[in-house]
Nanobody, 121 residues
Protein backbone atom coordinates (compact mmCIF):
# COMPACT_ATOMS: atom_id res chain seq x y z
CA UNK A 1 0.00 0.00 0.00
CA UNK A 2 1.04 3.57 -0.68
CA UNK A 3 -0.33 6.30 1.55
CA UNK A 4 -0.50 9.99 0.73
CA UNK A 5 -1.02 12.57 3.47
CA UNK A 6 -1.50 16.30 3.01
CA UNK A 7 -1.01 19.06 5.56
CA UNK A 8 -0.87 22.83 5.76
CA UNK A 9 -4.36 23.97 4.88
CA UNK A 10 -6.27 26.60 6.81
CA UNK A 11 -7.95 29.98 6.77
CA UNK A 12 -6.11 32.91 5.25
CA UNK A 13 -7.06 36.43 4.21
CA UNK A 14 -7.04 37.48 0.57
CA UNK A 15 -3.52 38.32 -0.51
CA UNK A 16 -2.03 35.97 2.06
CA UNK A 17 0.10 32.86 1.68
CA UNK A 18 -0.05 29.21 2.63
CA UNK A 19 2.28 26.28 2.10
CA UNK A 20 0.87 22.81 1.60
CA UNK A 21 2.91 19.66 2.11
CA UNK A 22 2.29 16.12 0.93
CA UNK A 23 4.18 12.98 1.88
CA UNK A 24 3.93 9.62 0.15
CA UNK A 25 4.91 6.55 2.16
CA UNK A 26 4.72 2.80 2.06
CA UNK A 27 5.94 0.24 -0.43
CA UNK A 28 7.42 2.69 -2.95
CA UNK A 29 10.00 1.77 -5.60
CA UNK A 30 9.75 5.01 -7.53
CA UNK A 31 7.50 8.04 -7.93
CA UNK A 32 7.01 9.31 -11.46
CA UNK A 33 4.79 12.27 -10.75
CA UNK A 34 3.15 14.15 -7.93
CA UNK A 35 0.52 16.79 -8.18
CA UNK A 36 -1.96 19.01 -6.43
CA UNK A 37 -5.62 19.13 -7.37
CA UNK A 38 -8.49 21.07 -5.87
CA UNK A 39 -12.23 20.82 -5.73
CA UNK A 40 -14.51 23.67 -4.81
CA UNK A 41 -18.14 23.11 -3.78
CA UNK A 42 -20.27 22.29 -6.79
CA UNK A 43 -17.28 22.08 -9.12
CA UNK A 44 -15.20 19.30 -10.61
CA UNK A 45 -11.77 18.44 -9.29
CA UNK A 46 -9.11 20.27 -11.29
CA UNK A 47 -5.35 20.09 -11.61
CA UNK A 48 -3.59 22.95 -9.84
CA UNK A 49 0.06 22.00 -10.34
CA UNK A 50 2.11 18.94 -11.17
CA UNK A 51 5.74 17.90 -11.10
CA UNK A 52 7.46 14.89 -12.62
CA UNK A 53 10.56 13.08 -11.44
CA UNK A 54 12.81 15.05 -13.78
CA UNK A 55 11.60 18.29 -12.26
CA UNK A 56 9.37 19.62 -15.03
CA UNK A 57 6.29 21.40 -13.76
CA UNK A 58 2.93 22.49 -15.08
CA UNK A 59 0.31 24.81 -13.65
CA UNK A 60 -3.31 25.73 -14.16
CA UNK A 61 -3.57 29.12 -15.86
CA UNK A 62 -5.46 30.47 -12.87
CA UNK A 63 -2.50 29.97 -10.51
CA UNK A 64 0.49 30.73 -12.74
CA UNK A 65 2.75 33.30 -11.17
CA UNK A 66 1.15 32.84 -7.74
CA UNK A 67 1.68 29.16 -6.87
CA UNK A 68 4.90 27.18 -6.93
CA UNK A 69 5.21 23.41 -6.75
CA UNK A 70 8.42 21.80 -5.57
CA UNK A 71 9.55 18.33 -4.64
CA UNK A 72 12.01 16.62 -2.33
CA UNK A 73 12.62 13.27 -4.01
CA UNK A 74 14.60 11.86 -1.08
CA UNK A 75 11.62 12.44 1.22
CA UNK A 76 8.87 11.54 -1.30
CA UNK A 77 7.43 14.94 -0.49
CA UNK A 78 5.85 17.64 -2.62
CA UNK A 79 5.06 21.20 -1.59
CA UNK A 80 2.72 23.84 -2.92
CA UNK A 81 3.61 27.41 -2.04
CA UNK A 82 0.53 29.55 -2.56
CA UNK A 83 0.95 33.33 -2.62
CA UNK A 84 -1.44 36.18 -3.38
CA UNK A 85 -4.37 33.95 -2.49
CA UNK A 86 -7.81 34.87 -3.75
CA UNK A 87 -11.28 33.88 -2.50
CA UNK A 88 -11.68 31.77 -5.64
CA UNK A 89 -8.77 29.62 -4.49
CA UNK A 90 -11.00 28.31 -1.71
CA UNK A 91 -11.31 24.55 -2.10
CA UNK A 92 -10.26 21.19 -0.75
CA UNK A 93 -6.76 20.52 -2.02
CA UNK A 94 -5.80 16.94 -2.80
CA UNK A 95 -2.38 15.45 -3.39
CA UNK A 96 -1.79 12.70 -5.93
CA UNK A 97 1.23 10.44 -6.36
CA UNK A 98 1.87 7.99 -9.20
CA UNK A 99 4.68 5.51 -9.57
CA UNK A 100 5.76 1.91 -9.01
CA UNK A 101 5.40 -0.15 -5.85
CA UNK A 102 8.43 -1.89 -4.40
CA UNK A 103 6.62 -5.19 -3.94
CA UNK A 104 4.78 -6.31 -5.90
CA UNK A 105 6.34 -4.27 -8.71
CA UNK A 106 3.09 -2.76 -9.93
CA UNK A 107 1.91 0.76 -10.63
CA UNK A 108 0.17 2.86 -8.02
CA UNK A 109 -1.99 5.97 -8.28
CA UNK A 110 -2.73 7.22 -4.78
CA UNK A 111 -4.72 10.14 -3.40
CA UNK A 112 -4.69 11.87 -0.07
CA UNK A 113 -7.76 12.73 1.97
CA UNK A 114 -7.52 16.42 1.17
CA UNK A 115 -6.88 19.58 3.14
CA UNK A 116 -9.22 22.57 3.26
CA UNK A 117 -7.98 25.96 2.10
CA UNK A 118 -10.29 28.88 2.79
CA UNK A 119 -9.49 32.39 1.58
CA UNK A 120 -11.74 34.91 3.25
CA UNK A 121 -11.63 38.19 5.09
Amino acid sequence: QVQVVESGGGLVQPGGSLRLSCVASGSIFSINAMGWYRQAPGKQRELVAGIISGGSTNYADSVKGRFTISRDNAKNTVYLQMNSLKPEDTAVYYCNARGRRLFPRTDFDSWGQGTQVTVSS
